[in-house]
Every structure is written in C-alpha cells, then in structure tokens.
C-alpha cells in the first residue's frame, strides 16, 4: 500500500470498511435467522405440548388421527407413549437413539432419512387409566433449503457490496481530491516569477479550505522574506556603493595628481581613512544583523546597575563629544539583562541624537523602575523626526529627508539593531518627537531578577 496513490488508498481503505461492515452485517442477519427459527419451533413445540397434554389429562381418546387433528403433522411429531399402548400422529416417523442422541428418522418410498436437527420437549401425563409420556418434536431439516437460500442470497449481496463499495468510494475520493489536486497544479506553478501568485482556494468552508488558507499564509511570510532579503541585498550594496565610488574617486586623484601634491595627498588619504570606517561600520552592523536573525547571537545576561551604567556611558560619550552635556536622571536599581547589548542600544539613541543636535545641547539619559518593568529613555533638544518618518525610522537603511539630513545620516541600520536589542529581551519600543522641539526614544523591559 506503499506505493499506491492516496486516493487508492483512500478508495481501498473505503471499500474494506464498507465491505467489512456489510458482511459483519450479513453474518448477522444469517445467524438471526436460524436463531428466530429455532426460538419459533420452540414456542410451537410447547404450545402443541401443552394442547396434547390437555387432551391426555382430559380422558380424551387419543389416537394417531386426533394426535393429527391437533396439529402434529410434518415437520411435527407426536408420540404419546405408555407401558401398554404407543400412538403416533405420523406412522413413518420414528424416534430412535444414535450414539447417545435422539435422532427423527424418516421412511418415505424414495428411501430413509435421518434427522438430527430436530427441537424435542416431553412430559409425563397421569391419563383417565394411565401413566403417558407425550414427546412432541419439530424437524428443522425444512429449513435447510431456505437457510441455504438465505445464504446464497446474502453471499451475493456481500460480492455486490464488495463491487459498489469499490466504484462509490472511487467516485468520492476523484471528488474530494480535485480541489487538492487544483491546489497542487496552482503551487507547482509558482516559482520566482510569479512568487506573488497564491494557490487556488476551495469555494466551501471546510478543512481544505482552511489548509489553503494556511499554505498562501505561508507563501505570504516567504513572500515577504524574500521581498526583505532583495531589499536588503540592493540596499546594503548600494551603501556599499557609495563610500567604494568615493575611495575609488580619491586613488584615482591620487594617482594622477597627489604622488608629489602633499595638499592632495593628506586629503585624500583622510577621506579614504574615513569611507574605510564607515564601511567597517557598515560591515559590523550587517553581521550583527545577520546573526541575530540566524539565531546565532546568545544573549549573556547578568545583573548589573541601571544606573551605573547610564553613567558610564554619559562619561564615555563625553569624552568623545565634549560640546554636548549627558545628564543621568532617574532610579537607581539593578537588572538582569545581556549588559553589552544594553549598552550598544543606549550608544546608537545618543549617536543619532548627536547627529541631530547642535552643539551645547543636552542629551539626557533615565531610568525608572516599576512594577513589572522599567523604563529607559534618551531625550535631544535637536530637529525633530517629521510624523510621517515616524513609523519607518526603524526599518533598515531607511532614512528620513536625505536633502534634510544630508551629511548627518548614516547607513540606516542603527535603529533597526536598537529594535531587534530591544525584542529579544522582551521589551517595546517606542519614539516620541516634535520637529525642532527635540525626539524622545523609550525603550520598556519587563522585571526579570534573574540570578540577582
């Protein structure tokens, strides 16, 4: 069964049951049949028992054509029997012991027969002058040829049941496997140029439907996967692009002009220096991304202070922009979280509100503790995200207003990082911002004490 198709199966599975249950059925009716015809001789041989038996008690002068009279003609007999006088309602029926067992044996002018399917009762009778013993019987050889007919006539039934069994379920399993085998011709046919198709849905509400329904879900996530990964792919080499062009620009100045001009030669070698770093930034920030969706990245969580770190962090970025001010406000408590990530999602708010700030400004950085989770937040005084850019400020390499935020933006994958930091430890987060009234990033974790 292996190697058969699912529909056979489906259609040979079917016609076993069927087949099964037809003929537990069949067997059923057969054995109910001889069963009623026993349990009916039974009742009539008591019945003609107790009508002899009255006639026996009642002085009645018994004789083979009373005995008749009474009703004990085949397939019944009758013998009432006493010490003296024997009387049968049939004279060529003879009750006679074989092996142990009371056999009817039969004379006809054909020959002998002998009967052992018989149901046999008899009493004993105190008579006008004696004692009797009346035996009444019922020969069930006479059901033989209809047994024997019911029989064959069910054994037909069953080979026809077998026969219409096999074409009905056929015919349902062609039925219920055309809307799969619709769904299996419109998958085969996607591939990558028409990733945007979708297999063919059932028009009635049931499992299939449902299962379809499941698949182009599928193909709608793979979908979407495959249109980020050619996003992603494009983007990242045209960011590439561009600080490549830029270095290529100044080795070929170098090249024709900068070898004996000490002027060019400075500037050039600074601005290659320059797009080098920027593409090492680059570099690092896409492998970063790569493996945390990969599942490569763990985290390594510890306990540490909230508040220290904001500290430090105020006191590193200080020493590296010394016209801007970090202030540290709020709680002081301590947190179980991966304490190197924490401190790369706090540099990339303070590096993008740098860009954005002017000089003397204040960037502040808080804390606070809650319940069931606490709050970072970084807070500028600088231009502002504009509200449509909003949305869209974590999406990677996007960047708002490029005429705008010339010479400030970067690659665009900072933000998309401080998210992806942010989701894996559980947290939210969320950006607040008013054009030239500053921009406020909250990131919210839950309360995980850990091992403190």
């Keep these: 069964m292996k190697r058969f198709k699912l529909s056979t199966k ?174 299996t011709k419109s998958a085969a046919a996607i591939g990558p140029a028409n990733i945007h198709d979708r297999i063919e849905e059932p028009p009635v509400q049931d499992e299939l439907k449902e299962l379809s329904e499941t698949f182009n879900g599928l193909l709608d996530r793979l979908d979407d996967a495959y249109s980020k990964q050619a996003k992603f792919v494009s983007d990242a080499s045209h960011e590439l692009r561009t600080p490549l062009t830029v270095i290529k620009g100044y080795n070929d100045m170098l090249m024709r002009w900068g070898k004996d001009d000490p002027e060019i030669l400075e500037e050039a070698i600074s601005a290659i220096r320059s797009e080098t770093d920027n593409m090492s930034m680059l570099v690092e920030n896409l492998l970063f991304i790569a493996k945390g969706e990969n599942k490569k990245m763990k985290l390594m969580k510890k306990t540490f202070n909230i508040h220290e770190l904001l500290e430090e962090i105020a006191k590193d970025s200080t020493l590296s922009v010394d016209d801007r001010k970090f202030p540290v406000i709020g709680d002081d408590f301590e947190v179980y979280q991966d304490r190197r990530m924490i401190k790369q999602l706090v540099r990339i708010f303070i590096e993008n509100s740098v860009k954005f700030t002017q000089g003397g400004s204040s960037i502040t950085l808080g804390a606070e503790k809650f319940e069931d989770f606490y709050r970072l937040t970084v807070t500028d005084e600088g231009e502002g995200i504009p509200e449509e850019d909003i949305g869209k400020v974590f999406e990677r390499f996007y960047v708002a207003d490029k005429a705008r935020t010339k010479d400030k933006a970067g690659s665009g994958l900072g933000l998309s990082i401080a998210k992806w930091i942010v989701e894996t430890h559980g947290g939210t987060i969320r950006v607040d911002s008013k054009l030239v009234r500053g921009t406020t990033m909250t990131v919210e974790f839950p309360s995980d004490e850990g091992e403190a």
Excluded: H
Aim: proline share 1%; no cysteine.
């Design 10 to 183: 489906i259609t040979w599975n079917y016609a076993i049951i069927f087949t099964s249950i037809l003929l537990i059925i069949n067997f059923a009716v057969y054995l109910s049949t001889i069963f009623y015809n026993r349990l009916s001789a039974r009742n009539e041989v008591e019945l003609l028992l107790t009508e002899v038996s009255a006639m026996v008690a009642g002085g009645e002068e018994i004789t083979d054509e009373s005995l008749r009279k009474a009703g004990a003609v085949s397939p019944f007999y009758v013998e009432v029997r006493s010490d003296t006088q024997t009387f049968t309602s049939l004279g060529n029926f003879v009750l006679k012991e074989v092996s142990g067992k009371v056999v009817l044996e039969k004379s006809y002018d054909r020959g002998t027969e002998v009967s052992e399917q018989i149901i046999l009762t008899s009493e004993r009778v105190a008579g006008k002058n004696d004692i009797f013993i009346v035996t009444v019987l019922k020969d069930l050889s006479v059901f033989s040829f209809s047994n024997l007919v019911t029989l064959v006539t069910l054994i037909i039934a069953s080979l026809l049941g077998i026969l219409v069994s096999y074409v009905v379920g056929y015919f349902i399993s062609r039925q219920s496997f055309i809307p799969i085998l619709a769904m």
